[in-house]
């Protein structure tokens, strides 16, 4: 778990082998759905998943357990905020920039979803801490491909199983 949720933070981008938006999920699509093509049920899913990888790349040098305690489940929160301060607060790095989400399907089951795709980190760099832009030194972000289970709580998705593998491009 250590290196999907490490990888997640550093990155991501899906390949070919991904389903088709087509797939996105056994819900009927509506003729109001987003310009994804994503039903309002899945776009809150992807919504709360880009508010995650978000707050993780975009909160510059705050400390990311209070950033992402209400995004995420307990057991991910207990696990990713000790290995995020060792990995990169301890170190004196923090990210800068931005990723983008591109899902390719999402499922909904009851109060369980997940997200696959590629998220985009061609924009996104780790920098010493305290910088604002990508410098000289600024160590690019992987693209990686994502698999995010969410659960519903308290009628909020909220991340309950972030998964990474790198990929060579989105």
């Known amino acids: 778990m250590t290196t999907a949720l490490t990888l997640l933070l550093l990155g991501g981008c899906g390949g070919s082998d991904e389903p088709s938006a087509a797939s996105r999920s056994a819900e009927p699509t509506s003729a109001a759905a987003d310009p994804d093509g994503l039903t309002p049920e899945q ?4 919504d709360a998943v880009e508010a995650y990888t978000d707050a993780v790349v975009g909160r510059g040098a705050q400390p990311l357990g209070p950033v992402i305690k209400d995004l995420v489940t307990k057991e991910v929160y207990d696990f990713i905020v000790p290995a995020e301060t060792k990995a990169l607060e301890g170190a004196g790095l923090q990210y800068v ?3 983008t989400l591109k ?3 999402v499922t909904i089951t009851g ?3 997940l997200v696959k795709g590629c998220q985009d980190s061609s924009e996104a760099f780790m920098v010493t801490k305290g910088r604002t832009a990508p410098d000289a030194d600024a160590k690019p972000l992987p693209s990686t491909r994502i698999s995010f289970g969410l659960v519903r709580r308290d009628g ?4 309950s199983d972030p998964e990474a593998a790198h990929a060579k491009a989105c």
């Open 111 to 113: 109060d369980k979803a």
């Open 43 to 46: 776009r809150e899913v992807v």
């Open 97 to 99: 920039g931005q990723v």
């Open 103 to 105: 899902p390719s399907s």
């Open 156 to 159: 909020r998705w909220i991340v």
